[in-house]
C-alpha cells in the first residue's frame, strides 16, 4: 500500500499537469491564429498541481532569460507576443529578456492580464506595444539591494541610510549605498535606452522621458505600488487596455494553490 501510495503521488501529479499543458499548447495555438503573432508565455505562479503536490515560488531568473533569448532568435522573422504574469525576479535576467525584445526586427507586444512587476515591468517596457486589461497593474522599477542575511531593500532606501548616518553608518550600510548607487544608474540607464522614442503626451503636455524614467525608478513610489493601465498612461507610458478576452480563457488553466474564492461558472 505504501508503494502504491507513493507511485500515485509522483505520477498522478505529473499525468495532470501533461494534461494541461496539452491544453495550454493547444490555447496557445489559436491564439496566435487570431491575434497574428507568434505567442510566448512567462507565467510565474504557485499551482496546485506540482511535483509531490508541493507549491513552488517562481521568478525571473537566467533560465527564463535562456529560453526567451532562444525562442526570439528562432522567430526572428516573425511579430510576438508575450504573455506576462510576473512578481518580477532577477535585475540581470529581465535587462538581458528586455533588450533581446527591444531589438527584435518586427513587431512585439507584450500583454499583462493580472500583473508584471518589477524586472516585469522592465520587459514590459521594451515592447513596441503594452496591452493590459483595465484592472491589470505594473509597478516601479527600482532595483532591490541586500543579502540573505538582512533582506532586500529599495536601492533609495540605503542610500536615504547612508546619508542620514553619516559617519555613524555601518560599514555594510556604506557598501550596500555604493551598490545602490551603481544599480540606479544602471537602471535609469536602461530605462531610458527602453523607453527611447515611446513617451506619448499626456492631458497637453508631454512628459520627458526623464521624468518618466525618475518615477519608475527613483523610489517616489514603494517597490510593490501597482500601476494601473490609466495610472501607466498618465505618467506617459503608452498602454492599451483593448485587451483579448481569450488570454483570460487561457489563464484559467493554471490551477491556484488556494481555493478561498469560489463561484458558479
Partial sequence: MFVFLFLYA???????????????????????????????????????????????????????????????????????????????????????????????????????????????????????????????????????????????????????AAEMKKENAEDVTLVMSDISRKALKLTRNVAMELLEGKIIPVSGRENSLDEIVEKLVSGEMIHSTPLSAAEAKEIGLSVSTDFPEDVHEFMKLFRPVKRNVEYVE
Fill in 10 to 160: 509522483i505520477i498522478y501529479p505529473q499525468s495532470q499537469l501533461k494534461k494541461i499543458r496539452m491544453q495550454r499548447m493547444a490555447k496557445l495555438k489559436a491564439m496566435e491564429r487570431r491575434h497574428g503573432y507568434k505567442v510566448l508565455t512567462m507565467i510565474h505562479r504557485r499551482e496546485a498541481i506540482s511535483f509531490f503536490g508541493l507549491p513552488a515560488y517562481q521568478f525571473i531568473d537566467e533560465e527564463d532569460a535562456e529560453q526567451i533569448l532562444r525562442w526570439i532568435r528562432k522567430y526572428r522573422n516573425y511579430p510576438l507576443e508575450l504573455i506576462l504574469h510576473t512578481p518580477g525576479g532577477q535585475l540581470h535576467a529581465s535587462i538581458q529578456i528586455a533588450r533581446a525584445l527591444k531589438n527584435h526586427p518586427k513587431k512585439t507586444r507584450v500583454l499583462i492580464p493580472h500583473y508584471s512587476m518589477s524586472g516585469g515591468t522592465i520587459i514590459a517596457l521594451a515592447a513596441d506595444e503594452i496591452v493590459m486589461d483595465k484592472d491589470a497593474v505594473i509597478g516601479p522599477i527600482d532595483p532591490q539591494v541586500g543579502d540573505l542575511m538582512r533582506g532586500l531593500f529599495p536601492a533609495p532606501s540605503w542610500i536615504y
